[in-house]
């Protein structure tokens, strides 16, 4: 999912409600569709990993990184309201060669940008309905983030075997 927002602090937007987004690890139906995309991704050649930080200071539901070393971004949407309140997702596009949107298979998927690739998931799989659009990112920008993504991963790693070892 996304940060959550800060609140208003100022006299002047001291009326204005800040929704507030709910991570991945909070939210049970999102974490069942996080599930079922990556065993859908794995099954396509793509390694996963969830909430991962990315360069802009943005947060991706699930960075991608597949044999060849594609690299797609999938935006777990829980709920029509996720969706609406969040519209930061295409601020991913310079991250990644594909992006997708992966939501579960009730969901109204025609409120969904077409221009996006499409999964839908449950917590036992996921189908990949629509293929992202490909917008290859830099070379520099792909070693960039095929070193986040090992660090990343390196890092979650030791974190399980040393859970005192301090992680940066």
Request: glycine fraction near 6%; hydrophobic fraction near 40%; charge should be neutral.
């Amino acid at each position: 999912m996304t940060d959550a927002p800060s609140s208003a602090t100022n006299n002047s937007m001291a009326n204005v409600t800040t929704p507030v987004v709910v991570s991945i690890r909070d939210d049970a139906r999102a974490r069942a569709i996080l599930r079922g995309t990556q065993r859908l991704l794995k099954s396509l050649n793509f390694e996963s990993l969830s909430e991962v930080s990315l360069g802009n200071g943005r947060r991706a539901d699930v960075l991608a990184l597949a044999r060849d070393g594609r690299v797609w971004i999938v935006e777990i949407k829980s709920s029509i309201a996720d969706f609406r309140t969040d519209q930061k997702w295409h601020e991913y596009r310079d991250y990644c060669d594909g992006l997708l949107f992966a939501v579960a298979p009730d969901f109204p998927v025609e409120i969904l940008p077409a221009d996006t690739g499409l999964i839908l998931a449950d917590a036992y799989g996921g189908e990949l309905v629509r293929d992202a659009p490909s917008h290859p990112i830099s070379p520099a920008r792909r070693k960039v983030l095929t070193l986040s993504f090992a660090r990343t991963a390196a890092m979650r790693l030791l974190s399980q075997l040393d859970p005192g070892a301090k992680i940066e």
